[in-house]
């Protein structure tokens, strides 16, 4: 029962990470039906912007600044940071392409996924980063949390589960009440019926990036939280991140939250229950069986596709 | 009632003047409206564009082969066998890329089951010793028939989810040759360790040498080359043949070649097999040299090297992706040296300059510019301490080209991230500014760029060679996407 506790928590915690990932995955399929390969890596630059702001502000030590107020800051500085790349990268990468045949920007978001990876390598070199190096895991919010059976749940796993539930709820009014929001899922729906209704496409995709990158920042925060980051971890959490999105049903919003969850917890149950060593083996192949069989994901919907 | 007169029967002499069925005369005449060079380099060039293909291979394949005789320098044979290696690679990635226009992330795998499977028949791992002759066919069949079962997926999807199920592929692939060391209680695949004592290539009773008298033989040189040669013919036609006709209509246009009656399918699939037997082919020469195989000379930095070569060259153009493969095998080794990659960096710098400015007095005023600049900023960071400018690798440069890069003695954690972030800035901001705004941020632009390249990218070749990589795929998707040699695309709308 303890085991099947832990392995819950953990499965939530990394699937609302994966969710976060996910969701920016699908917006910006939505809008502009580009696998944005360099999602992963924006995520992991977002890990670095809170190991940055961590380093800033001097750690848990700091007098100054109270650990919640840190963490705020952190994820805030990450999810600023990483929309600005975002918007960045639609910019110079991704807008000259809007017109090009479908393989040009995917292979243009390859370069940008590798160049971001092996950037952050060149500055910052190839060893895991640590927050725990700032004493945060030393402070209330690791030790303290209250226990189920003998599994001690220590708050910070409950506030970052919150608070990635909380940016998706956010999200979901976002989209499903605002005026942007309209204008995003008008975008998604037929980008050119919607730029006749007078909806400007280029600051609806601009703002897709904005609130997708800024997902991922605030993802890669409370990933490094728990695990050390690098360099190279981008690349295969993007991709579980996408294959979320596709469980769920690409272009859905509650679709890659249920996604990112379900990832989650089969990734937990697979390396706590059956093996470690072929857990991603068999987290692929169930992904490729997905793809293959249900390719529209669990809440997607078969689009028609008209000629 | 008028009968319609009866046309005459055609006159087996003549020969069509007209172009072939299915072309546009417009198309057709293309050569003749092209406007052409006078004097002597205009025949010159004509008469080139006139030289069969198998000319080129020919002259091609003799280049590389005479290499060893020129220099017997063992890492120039070296190279020379990588780069081999890498054109063949490319080559069968056209087929599925620029062919067949599937996006297949997954395809080093394919090379990395040839070379495993190679390994496995060829070592103490299963105690099997299979003959060279076969266990070369034994290879290719099974390539192609890991392709085929790959490409299955690619009738049902298309673009970015066909990406991604290769991918995971790839990353399936990693994960048992990774772990293949404890399949129920066996080892296979010798995990992360690899397989070592793989057998050379052996012929009739003779083995291979890798090494003679401690320098790379050229015996593998030349089974390599001529494994291009084959391959590189055999591809031509099939290029020329119905299929690979078939193949460039599904790459253009799947629903109108669908609609045209082709099986799309079965295309998609050949296409898959193709690039993985020539994949499968590469990697026994591979394994077989190297003498091991390891699961990380499969990864992903080596398709995206790979997916370089191809679109640098042209995607679907033979010459294209040989091209292509040669230029980045080289640069890649190029950049691995940091003497050679400074003078590379130079020497693309000032022919980058100039191609953008012409033969105008722009490009003396930009130069000037630069130099003054440059001299200026050197005194500058001179005269504030005496360490910013006295930097080791100094010393290394030309006297004059010393007092005009600033390289300090040592450098700042954070001045490296900096000034590279600066400087990916200004080169982003070059492309959105116009007129002289452009000018004039051109020079601190490249003076940073310099300093940049001299302090952070030269420390860590590792890392630079795959920005450079990244970057010239960003960088050609948008400014030439077909390569330097690629045919264009007529766009119909």
Partial sequence: ?307 | MSEPPALPPPDPSQTPTGPAIGQDEWVARHGERRSRRAGLIGDAEDRLRRAPWWAWLVLFVAAFALLPVVSGDGYIRRVAFDTTIYMLLALGLNVVVGWGGLLDLGYVAFYGIGAYTYALLNSHQLGVHLPTLVTIPIVVVAGAVAGFLVGLPSRRLIGDYLAIVTLFFLQIFLTVATNGDQIAGRNITGGANGILNVDPLHLLGHSLVVEHQGVFAVGYLYISIALFAVVYTALHFVNHSRTGRAWRSLREDPLAAEAMGMPVNLLKLMAFSFGAAIAALTGTVFASLNASVFPLSFSFPLVITVYTMVILGGQGNLAGVTVGAVVISVLLELLRDAGDARILFYLVGLLVLAYAFGRSRKLVAMLAALIVFGFAAHAAADLIHHNWVNGPAANGLDSVLSHWVIIPTSLNTWIGPVSYITLICLVLALTLVHGWTRDILLVPTVYLGTFVWENVLLAQPDATRYIVLGVMLIGLMIVRPNGLLGERRMEII
């Fill in chain 1, 1 to 307: 029962m303890d085991t099947f506790t832990q392995l819950t928590l953990d499965g939530l915690t990394q699937g609302s990470t994966y969710a976060l990932i996910a969701l920016g995955y699908t917006l910006v399929y939505g809008v502009l039906k580009l696998l944005n390969f360099a999602h992963g890596d924006v995520f992991m630059v977002g890990s670095f912007f809170g190991f940055g702001v961590l380093k800033v502000l001097g750690g848990a030590g700091n007098p100054m600044v109270p650990v919640w107020l840190l963490l705020t800051l952190m994820v805030l500085g990450a999810m600023v940071g990483c929309a600005v790349l975002g918007v960045a990268i639609e910019r110079f990468a991704y807008r000259p392409l809007r017109n090009a045949p479908r393989i040009a920007p995917l292979i243009s978001a390859l370069g940008v996924s590798f160049f971001l990876a092996n950037s952050m390598q060149l500055m910052f070199g190839a060893q895991p980063f640590d927050y725990g190096i700032f004493g945060l895991d030393g402070g209330s919010l690791y030790l303290d949390g209250f226990d189920i059976g003998n599994v001690h749940i220590p708050l910070i796993r409950i506030i970052t589960i919150l608070s990635a539930f909380v940016l998706m709820i956010l999200l979901w009014i976002l989209v499903k009440r605002t005026r942007t929001g309209k204008a995003m899922r008008a975008t998604s729906f037929d980008r050119e019926a919607a730029a006749m209704m007078g909806i400007d496409i280029d600051r609806v995709i601009v703002f897709t990036f904005v609130v997708g990158s800024a997902l991922a920042g605030a993802a890669g925060v409370m990933f490094a939280l728990r695990v050390p980051t690098a360099a190279s971890i981008g690349f295969v959490i993007g991709l579980k991140g996408f294959t979320a999105a596709v469980i769920g049903g690409i272009g859905s919003i509650p679709g890659a939250m249920a996604g990112g969850l379900i990832l989650g917890f089969a990734e937990a149950y697979t390396a706590g229950y059956w093996t470690t060593r072929w857990s991603d083996l068999v987290i692929f192949s169930v992904l490729i069986g997905f793809m293959l069989f249900r390719p529209t994901g669990l809440l997607g919907t078969a689009g028609i596709k008209k000629v």
